[in-house]
């Protein structure tokens, strides 16, 4: 089975809609040549829409770059804001370690003078108990 090519199925197209005939408006103009000129047409119009075509391509085209700019935009700037709060968080967590050691610093030195004490009357009834004893 022979393939019929575009040009072709367009060269019929054209010739069975004009006839065999002289163009009424272009009594010069010939079948052949009003193939030709419907073939030129056929290809304006297909160069039109291919225009066309690549105008809306390069305008989804710019429109998904603004789209991934912007989001590429909003996820640095959650990024900042995340390491914000992670370093005030930090700072925060240091203040109460620097509090909590001095209060645990304030309980080993009243724990320690306690113990001092406790120590010094035990000394001191020891004392008092060898004097008692020596008597």
């Excluded at 010069?28 to 040549?33: D, E, R, S």
């Excluded at 700019?69 to 914000?84: G, I």
């Excluded at 709060?85 to 209060?103: C, H, I, P, T, Y």
Aim: with cysteine; glycine share 6%; net charge negative.
């Amino acid at each position: 089975m022979k393939k019929i090519t575009i040009p072709a199925l367009m060269l019929a197209v054209a010739m069975v809609a004009t006839g065999c005939k002289k163009a009424d408006d272009n009594p010069n103009m010939g079948p052949a040549q009003e193939a030709g000129a419907a073939i030129d047409q056929a290809g304006a119009n297909t160069a039109a829409a291919a225009r066309e075509g690549a105008e809306r391509v390069d305008a989804a085209t710019d429109r998904a770059a603004a789209n991934v700019e912007n989001a590429a935009d909003r996820a640095a700037a959650n990024v900042d804001a995340a390491t914000d709060r992670a370093a005030a968080n930090m700072r925060e967590a240091g203040a109460e370690v620097r509090q909590e050691s001095r209060e645990a610093a304030q309980d080993v030195k009243e724990g320690a003078a306690n113990a001092t004490a406790a120590t010094g009357r035990a000394v001191e009834r020891a004392g008092e108990k060898i004097q008692d004893a020596s008597k």
